[in-house]
């Protein structure tokens, strides 16, 4: 089945930096565009990133552009979330989700990884 | 503040039929029939219950049910049971410039 492992979260400063990995498994990685995803404690989950399957297109919320950058390396299986100038407003559990599409475009998150935790604190 | 709208909270007893509404505009619920709904246990990771808009994945009970009219979205639990109490999302695909996807702020769903 498919699975999806989240890993890098952790408690960082104001104006750091810190790398999420999301390693694939139980399908074609290749064939799939990715998502990251995130959810603030007691709030619903806000789209993050998504990148296409060759990881030649991403797209990004307002709230990130500028500052996160996502890649893909399908050698490894592995989508990355590059977060940098972290704020505490960054605080939440960031998910990766598989696409439903190969394009960065449409679709739906099925499924989601078990997230990782990201605190962002003086 | 949320971009989709849904109610903080809604209950009902076992057996009985909830539906929960998701108020986006006509520039992406009303746009696209791409909206899709997550139900969240505590703890737990979220999980797809329904995609454009009335399709249901594999697995998933046929108790739960989704619509749309106009910029609103439904989703409708029947035959309410325990381990049906949890958080569900809403999420609409929108696409200006560049695509986005646009969540609600969740609802509670409570089994009295």
């Known amino acids: 089945q498919v699975q999806l492992v989240e890993s890098g979260g952790g408690v960082v400063q104001p104006g750091t930096s810190l790398r999420l990995s999301c390693a694939g498994s139980?399908?074609?990685?290749?064939?799939?565009?990715m998502h990251w995803l995130r959810q603030a404690p007691g709030k619903g989950p806000e789209w993050v990133a998504v990148?296409?399957?060759?990881?030649?297109?991403?797209y990004y919320a307002d709230s990130v552009k500028g500052r996160f950058t996502v890649s893909k390396d399908n050698s490894k299986n592995t989508v990355f979330l590059h977060m940098s100038s972290l704020r505490p407003d960054d605080t939440a559990t960031y998910y990766c989700?598989?696409?439903?599409?190969?394009?960065?475009?449409?679709?739906?998150?099925?499924?989601w990884g078990q997230g990782t935790l990201v605190t962002v604190s003086p | 503040q949320s971009a989709l709208t849904q109610p903080a909270s809604v209950s009902g007893s076992p057996g009985q039929s909830i539906t929960i509404s998701c108020t986006g505009t006509s520039s992406d619920v009303g746009n696209y029939n791409l909206v899709s709904w997550y139900q969240h246990h505590p703890g737990k990771v979220p999980k797809l219950i329904i995609h454009?808009?009335?399709k249901r994945p594999s697995g998933i009970s046929n108790r739960f049910s989704g619509s749309k009219s106009g910029n609103t979205a439904s989703l409708t639990i029947s035959g309410l049971r325990a381990e049906d109490e949890a958080d569900y999302y809403c999420c609409s695909y929108v696409h200006f410039t560049t695509p986005k996807w646009v969540f609600g702020g969740g609802t509670k769903v409570t089994v009295l």
């Open positions: 990148i296409s399957f060759d990881g030649n297109n991403d």
């Open positions: 989700a598989k696409a439903t599409t190969t394009v960065a475009r449409r679709g739906w998150f099925d499924p």
């Open positions: 454009e808009v009335t």
């Open positions: 139980g399908f074609t990685f290749r064939s799939y565009a």
